[in-house]
C-alpha cells in the first residue's frame, strides 16, 4: 500500500494528512543523582494504539509510545512518553480491512516520528540516545485480534 494511490482493494485510496504530536512529557525523578553511577538500566516499551473518525473517511491514528528506563533497584530514572497522530484518509475498503489499516498500517506510518521523538527526548534529558527497533504492527494487530476472539471482554 502506497502512501497515496491504492491500496489492497480495487479503488480503494489512502493519503496522508497531517503528522503531529499530540503529546508528549518526560520526567527525570532521580536527576541529578542518577548520573553518578553506571549505566545499566532496564528499559521497559509500551505501545498502543487508538483511532477516532473526523469525517467521513477521515480517521485520526493516535500512537503512544511509552519509555520507562528503571535501575536495579526498580527506581524510574526516567520516564519519556510521545502520543504521535496523523490524519489518514481512507475510503473503499471494507470493514475488516479498514480496522486492520488503522490498527496496523498507520500506527507502522507513525512509528519512525515516535522513535524519534522519544531519542531527542531522552538525550535531551542527557542520557544515552535510545533508537527503538523497529516494530512488527501486523503481528501485534493480528495477536490482539486473536485475543479478543478468545477473551471478548479484551478491546483492540
Not at 549505566?39 to 516499551?45: F, H, Q
Not at 538525550?123 to 504492527?137: K, R, W
Request: with cysteine; net charge negative.
Amino acid at each position: 500500500m502506497s502512501e497515496q494511490g491504492d491500496a489492497s482493494a480495487e479503488g480503494a485510496k489512502f493519503a496522508l494528512q497531517r503528522i503531529y504530536v499530540k503529546d508528549i512529557s518526560f520526567e527525570s525523578p532521580k536527576a541529578p543523582d542518577c548520573f553518578r553511577g553506571q549505566w545499566k538500566p532496564k528499559i521497559n516499551l509500551e505501545l498502543n494504539s487508538s483511532h477516532s473518525d473526523l469525517d467521513a473517511n477521515l480517521f485520526e491514528v493516535v500512537l503512544q509510545v511509552t519509555v520507562t528506563a528503571s535501575s536495579d533497584e526498580d527506581a524510574v530514572l526516567y520516564l519519556a512518553e510521545v502520543q504521535q497522530a496523523g490524519i489518514f484518509m481512507i475510503e473503499g475498503l471494507e470493514a475488516d480491512a479498514l480496522k486492520k489499516t488503522l490498527g496496523s498500517f498507520c500506527p507502522n506510518v507513525l512509528f519512525p516520528y515516535a522513535r524519534q521523538a522519544i531519542d531527542g527526548l531522552v538525550t535531551n534529558g542527557s542520557f544515552p540516545a535510545l533508537m527503538l527497533a523497529p516494530v512488527n504492527f501486523d503481528a501485534i494487530y493480528d495477536h490482539a485480534i486473536k485475543q479478543a476472539q478468545t477473551d471478548p471482554k479484551q478491546t483492540h
